[in-house]
């Protein structure tokens, strides 16, 4: 314990300097402006500002990228809750409460609790980046494509909690997003699928989908509503936008569940922050007593997210720099920035270049701070930004979903995407089918089957490999529990209100 | 100095133009040259090509610009399709790795190899055989005499990493059993808690793990052993007749001329042969460099593609 | 039924049937798992079939309503009052899907920035309903930004 904090003083010994503090401060803000930007998320902007790395110190170089990664984080809520508009993939659970709390005026203090709730999680995140590192890697390999696959099946469970009212249309969008994360080259088997184009070889990209079902499918519901969003009168007044005692005390034990769970998650290889976005809004949901009060602006499940997918940042950094093995988009960036450096990735990393890793994590603790600080300072600046061009925002939005579509390949394909699925949300919109469970099969159908088939492949066609297991028994066990639990409470509802009649 | 380059690379042109006889040769390049790379930024046909383009650049061996687009999409089949709409025109230069060849076979892109000008092959990832050193599995023996079917771990069916496997599986006559991991990040931790018998992966994410301890390499994909693992042996010498490798080489468009050709190739090769391009792009990403120019390079092409398309025939991948 | 739901559902009619289709021609099962038509087959029929149900349920359902609302409930009147406004909204939405779309198309032959500028105009003067003066200083502005953020600033080849 001791030496760690020799190492990680060491650390700061290095990054507290007038260039790198500056530098640390501008990577939050940079990170905070690409993750609002839709379509640009952490890896996109850590590979955009990889170029600006070469020839800074590696220390500074590293600061510099992990400060954008964890900005992006902090900058995905912004866009989701005020223009419903998700930034980036692990904002889009924020969107659903974040706003909601926006229609109903409340945006400042949405931005206000998500910030708080980002920061915690970051923090939590980086305390066990710093403690417990090697020992969490070590663990966290054991897991397998058995235990990922029971981990999706209890992410695509909360599909049930997504539904809404109409079991059928929740269904069928669920099997629409099962569908549409088939396309591109299968790696398990080698084939490609529905390759009607040939940029669909590398699958419809989920962010395009994400620009065009929200983003675009907002402005042509709006468009033809003409909603005007309820943004009160011009206001500077700080207090305004500080949650009060009473909604931080509504958020605070969300925070912290989804600081832990965002933690271990993003540790796991191939799991990542937007996983544990989704499992930490179907936990909260699971155990708020209100849970008709999800979708309609509920603190609870906005801040759980929030805080899970900055803890995810440090999470998924663990296996990075002590195995070097990246468990996300983004980290397998920093992977190539690394190599890049000159300093190899893997167990030796910390070894050789201890020094210079100590230092990035002290720069991610000290941007954690004042990512903290300005988010929470430029709130007043956002919302009134926001009220100035309401009269514009269709065509602003429009034009940042084009151009953000535009960059996820440098080409118009991704727009022809984001545009189908801007008509589809809308259609969706217009007819009560939920998104959410579309989002929710999207991303974790995809997983689910390939760490099926991998599973049975590694049992050379067993299926008992899922309960020879004791990580992946006890995960089948507990949604065992879960599904009797949801059941005799049903039965017990329904006696019970037989009982009164 | 870029009058002298200038007048240097006209004086080559006039030369080339004497034993060509084609006209428009003596103004190329007349333009900047772009380097394409069929992934986006950060990824590794863009650090590849970023750090050519840099290198040439420092050390002025290009007598214009030099400019790194990024045409991502579609395992690189956007950028075959966007250096065939400029074929004949030598400003162009893509970078060409395994997906060079396999995306052509794997989907109807209407483009294969013989499209392009093979201009050079950098260098070579070969594969390594890793056993986890607490295992039981201590030579390519041991793998031989198992009693049961070994689970080998590796990237995506079809990858070179599974047809290795394959040649292996044929050679011991044995059935190994692979199971596909969606990069090597995957492989390496399903290696190190023993959910595998053994790998099959390119050195670079599993040389620290050799040179601690945890892992050792039983063999090697190369023809001869290499530097960056010198105890290595080669399959061939333990014999198995299995010599395949991934390859980074540079393309140009198809149906160039001749000086084109010898513009790009002296460019690349000089770089090949810096100081800089060893210590910042081949060292820190383990590639063993072995250059080969146009001509070795196609014949190369031809049987890596040879390769590719019967075991991803077999695999029942293509028909 | 309201017709954007049969659009919806048409669409994903023929979208899990196109998927269906194709889904054939791939291994549905290998040697020990499942093969990668598996998912798109399956999945697809049960989509074809849940949304057959929906239908089904829809035509049921308008036939029972017809039977109520001849005794007299408020909801058909209700659609009736908004059909004005609602086909204006249609049709308005149904330009800006299009303007968009030629925009796109533009895009692939002379670069993002000059279609787009023309789409927030169009957008801004005929679908947001400002003038066009005003339109033109806005768009001007947006795009202005745009280009320093993602042109200047990241370097992301907008043209």
């Known amino acids: 314990m001791l030496d760690t904090l020799a190492s990680l003083s060491g650390g700061f010994e290095t990054v507290l300097t007038f260039h790198n503090i500056v530098l640390i401060f501008l990577a939050g803000i940079i990170g905070t402006v690409i ?23 590696h220390a500074s170089g590293l600061c510099l990228l992990t400060g954008v990664y964890m900005g992006t984080m902090y900058g995905g ?88 009212d109409d079991v059928f249309k929740a269904l069928i969008v669920t099997c629409f997003g099962f569908l549409v994360s088939t396309f591109g080259s299968d790696y398990i088997s080698g084939h490609i699928r529905f390759a009607f184009v040939p940029e669909l070889i590398e699958g419809i990209d989920f962010v395009a989908i994400i620009i065009g079902l929200y983003g675009l499918g907002e402005v042509f519901y709006n468009l033809e509503r003409k909603i005007v969003l309820n943004l009160g009168k011009p206001n500077f007044r700080f207090s305004d936008y500080i949650p009060g005692k009473e909604d931080l005390k509504q958020a605070s034990g969300p925070t912290v569940r989804g600081s832990v769970l965002g933690t271990f998650i993003g540790i796991l290889p191939g799991a990542g922050a ?14 708020s007593k209100n849970p008709e009060n999800f979708g309609k602006g509920a603190i609870a499940g906005l801040a759980s ?29 920093m992977l190539g920035a690394l190599i890049m450096f000159g300093l190899q990735p893997g167990p030796l990393l910390m070894i050789q270049s201890g020094d210079v890793v100590w230092a990035m994590i002290a720069g991610l603790i000290l941007a954690n701070f004042f990512l903290l600080a300005s988010n929470v300072l430029l709130i007043p600046l956002f919302v009134n930004m926001l009220r100035l061009v309401q009269k514009h925002l269709p065509s602003i939005v429009v034009g940042l979903c084009i151009v953000g579509a535009f960059s996820l ?93 | 100095m870029t009058f002298v380059k200038l007048m240097k690379g006209a004086l080559a042109g006039a030369v080339a133009l004497s034993f060509a006889g084609v006209a428009q040769a003596d103004d190329f390049p007349s333009r900047g040259i772009e380097f394409v790379a069929g992934y986006g930024p950060g990824g590794g046909h863009d650090t590849m090509l970023r750090a050519m383009a840099k290198i040439i650049q420092n050390n002025e061996l290009s007598s214009v610009p030099i400019n790194v687009v990024n045409k991502p999409g579609g395992s690189s089949a956007v950028a075959l399709g966007y250096l065939n709409s400029h074929k004949g025109d030598g400003h162009f230069l893509m970078s060409a790795t395994s997906s060079f060849l396999t995306t052509p076979l794997t989907s109807n892109i209407g483009l294969d190899y013989t499209n392009f000008t093979p201009i050079a092959r950098l260098g070579i990832d070969p594969e390594l055989l890793v056993v986890n050193a607490s295992g039981s599995y201590k030579t390519l023996d041991d793998i031989a005499k198992a009693d049961k079917v070994l689970n080998v771990g590796g990237s995506g069916t079809g990858s070179i990493e599974n047809i290795v496997t394959i040649k292996l599986a044929e050679a011991l006559g044995k059935k190994l059993n692979y199971i596909p991991f969606q990069g090597d990040g995957e492989v390496t931790a399903a290696l190190l808690s023993n959910q595998i018998d053994f790998a099959i992966t390119n050195t670079g994410p599993v040389g620290d793990f050799i040179k601690t301890g945890r892992f050792s390499a039983l063999a090697i994909s190369t023809e001869k052993r290499v530097d960056l693992f010198p105890d290595v042996p080669t399959f061939i010498e333990q014999g198995y007749n299995i010599n395949l490798s991934l390859f980074r080489g540079v393309v140009a468009a198809g149906d160039i001329g001749d000086e084109e050709k010898a513009y790009l190739l002296k460019m690349v090769k000089d770089m090949s042969e810096t100081k800089e391009w060893q210590e910042n792009y ?22 890596m593609n040879d390769v590719y398309k019967t075991s991803l025939t077999n695999l029942g991948i293509i028909k | 039924m309201k017709i954007s739901e049969i659009i919806l559902l048409g669409g994903l009619s023929v979208f899990s049937g196109s998927l269906l289709w194709g889904s054939l021609d791939m291994p549905y099962s290998t040697d020990t798992t499942f093969g990668p038509g598996f998912i798109p087959l399956n999945v697809s029929i049960a989509l074809l079939a849940l949304i057959a149900g929906v239908a089904i349920r829809a035509v049921v359902r308008s036939k029972r309503d017809v039977a109520v609302s001849s005794g007299g409930t408020g909801e058909p009147a209700d659609d009736a009052q908004d059909v004005v406004p609602q086909t204006l909204g249609v049709l308005m939405l149904g330009g800006a899907i299009a303007s968009i779309a030629i925009c796109i198309y533009a895009m692939s032959y002379i670069g993002v920035m000059i279609p787009l500028g023309v789409l927030l105009v169009i957008l801004s003067w005929r679908f947001s309903g400002h003038g066009f003066f005003k339109s033109v200083a806005i768009s001007l502005i947006v795009l202005a930004v745009i280009y320093l953020i993602f042109s200047v600033w990241l370097r992301i080849p907008l043209h």
């Open chain 1, 77 to 164: 809520r912004i866009t989701s809750i005020l223009i419903n508009t998700p930034g980036d993939a692990p904002a889009i659970i924020t969107a659903l409460e974040g706003y909601p709390m926006m229609r109903q005026g409340k945006g400042g203090l949405a931005l206000g609790i998500s910030a708080i709730s980002s920061f915690v999680g970051g923090f939590f995140g980086l305390a066990v980046l710093v403690f417990f590192a090697p020992i969490v890697a070590e663990y966290a390999i054991f897991l397998g494509p058995p235990e990922y696959f029971m981990l999706m099946l209890v992410g695509l469970s909360t599909i049930v909690l997504l539904a809404g």
């Open chain 1, 274 to 287: 937007t996983i544990a976005t989704f499992l930490a809004y179907a936990l909260e949901r699971k155990l």
């Open chain 2, 282 to 303: 081949i060292q820190p990403n383990s590639v063993v460099p072995d250059f080969l120019g146009p001509d070795e390079f196609a014949e190369y092409l031809k049987g």
């Open chain 1, 305 to 333: 997210p929030e805080a899970s997918n900055n803890a995810a940042v440090p999470g998924s950094l663990i296996p990075l720099i002590t195995l070097g093995i990246p468990g996300s988009g983004g980290t397998a960036i």
């Open chain 1, 35 to 57: 993750g609002a930007l839709p379509g640009l998320g952490p890896s996109a902007g850590i590979a955009l500002m990889l170029p600006l790395t070469f020839g800074m110190p």
């Open chain 1, 409 to 501: 390949n440098y080409g118009t394909f991704n727009i022809w995407i984001a545009l189908i699925f801007g008509v589809i949300g809308y259609l969706m919109r217009k007819n009560d089918y939920p998104t959410g469970p579309f989002i929710l099969a999207v991303v974790l159908a995809p997983l689910a089957e390939n760490y099926f088939r991998q599973s049975i492949m590694l049992a050379q066609g067993s299926w008992s490999i899922f309960i020879n297991r004791p990580v992946s028994l006890t995960l089948v066990v507990f949604m065992v529990l879960v599904v009797c639990a949801s059941i005799i409470s049903k039965q017990l509802l329904r006696r019970r209100r037989v009982g009164t009649e």
